[in-house]
């Protein structure tokens, strides 16, 4: 069984500021806005970055959960991880045996999710979803959360994909065995000796809180091609935070 990075959430005070970022910074353009989510008292657009996507959602009224994130997280952030396995059935019967609550599923003919409950992963809303259908398993096939155009949505040339999701935690160990359970894989220690799990197509990175945010998303590693220009695309926005790092929608985006 194999278990993919696919897409990640972040969560909004206001909706087209991030975008606007991403776009300038990384050249990134919307593919996708679901509609849908405006059941949950929210708004969306997804943008491809590679064959993964990001996804922005924002409040559109009050008492939403999303909006209660924000509040406790004290601002803009990361919301979730969104994994692709190839098997549904196992990856259930793995959640159930661990006695994790799941907050929301949805099942279409090409498409089951299983969204876990937060207060039982740790870390953040951590997604096991399958898609189905012709060419579901190849790493550019479709996704159906970015939409029916996903695979042949247009791709920024300066972004190849994200290669890493970092959570942080009081006890980043526990937390880094916690999600290990569930993925039913190992934790080892990344180069600089932090807890890591590798998925088949990037690594779950758990660090101590630094920026007294407490726990949750606090990053992610975007694989770019031109390190240099994007940079510079940051600075001119106010958007550098070091020497491989942009700030974007209360996330440290590392470029790798």
């Excluded at 909006?67 to 990856?91: E, F, K, N, S």
């Excluded at 359970?181 to 590798?198: K, N, Q, S």
């Excluded at 998925?199 to 975007?222: H, M, Q, S």
Aim: charged fraction near 25%.
């Amino acid at each position: 069984m194999w278990l993919r990075l696919r897409q990640i959430a972040l969560v909004a005070h206001e909706l087209r500021p991030v975008l606007a970022d991403l776009h300038a910074v990384f050249g990134v353009e919307v593919c996708f806005v679901d509609k849908g989510v405006k059941v949950f008292g929210l708004e969306n657009s997804l943008m491809p970055f590679g064959h993964q996507y990001l996804e922005v959602v924002a409040p559109i009224q009050d008492g939403t959960t999303a909006g209660r994130y924000l509040d406790r997280r004290g601002g803009d952030g990361g919301y979730m991880v969104i994994t692709q396995c190839d098997d549904h059935a196992p990856r259930r019967r793995r959640v159930e045996g661990l006695g994790i609550r799941l907050a929301y599923q949805f099942e279409t003919h090409e498409y089951r999710c299983m969204q876990l409950h937060p207060k039982d992963t740790g870390g953040s809303f951590f997604e096991i979803d399958e898609q189905l259908g012709e060419r579901a398993h190849a790493l550019d096939g479709p996704w159906e959360p970015a939409g029916p155009g996903a695979p042949t949505a247009a791709r920024s040339p300066l972004v190849t994909g994200i290669a890493a999701a970092e959570l942080q935690a009081d006890d980043p160990e526990a937390l880094a065995a916690r999600w290990a359970a569930i993925c039913e894989l190992d934790v080892h220690r990344d180069p600089a000796g932090r807890p890591a799990i590798t998925l088949d197509n990037a690594a779950l990175r758990f660090v101590p809180v630094t920026d007294g945010r407490g726990e949750g998303l606090g990053g992610i590693d975007v694989a770019v091609t031109d390190r240099a220009a994007v940079l510079a695309a940051a600075e001119q926005r106010g958007l550098r935070s070091g020497d491989d790092q942009v700030a974007i929608c209360g996330m440290r985006l590392r470029l790798v």
